[in-house]
């Protein structure tokens, strides 16, 4: 009897041990096979929407008709005070991309790194690092020295913006690699040449 009651709470410890693998293995290798898109606009992009005439209620007295002036009911515009800082086009370093990266520099002073038609293959626990040397290696082990994270990757694929500090010095910065801190791979890079 003793000797049943171990095996079954052996039993119960591979369940365990198997679920947690499981877990770990699904979180680990899951994002391979999903891509995750976002779409984020220029933040310099605006749109204006003119109101169109409201109808005037009937009142007791009568008001001199006035002329109306057509407007449009809505216009599009983008300002033209942003301007490329740096820009490059993502390569290959242990998995698949494309895409440009640039710099932008705002209206307000403010600079953001913008990924455009961007793809890379997806991964786990992947990051968006600044780093001072071009081209990257694709040696994975250890973080790239001096390099300066930026943030959680948004997504895998599409247009999307990071916010550079204003007190970053850029002239230090070469490329920005997408980094799998998990593992420490690099998983692509793009050279940031100065416009």
Known sequence: M????NTY????????????????GWWFFSPTFIDNQVNEALPTAVVVENP??????????????????EQPTQETSSSSSEQVLAKGSFYNLVYLSSGEALVYQLADGSRILRFQNFSVDNGPDLYVYLVPIDPVP??????????????????????QNYEIPADLDLSQYKSVVIWCQAFAVPF???PLTIQ
């Open 9 to 24: 709470g052996q039993y119960i410890w591979i369940v365990i041990f198997l679920g947690i693998l499981a877990a770990v």
């Open 188 to 190: 692509s890079a793009a």
């Open 52 to 69: 169109t005439s409201a109808p005037v209620e009937n009142t007791a007295t009568e008001v001199a008709p006035q002329p109306v002036q």
């Open 138 to 159: 694709s040696d994975s082990g250890s973080e790239i020295a001096g390099s300066y994270n930026l943030g959680r990757l948004k997504g895998n694929v599409g247009d």
């Open 2 to 5: 003793r000797r049943n009651q």
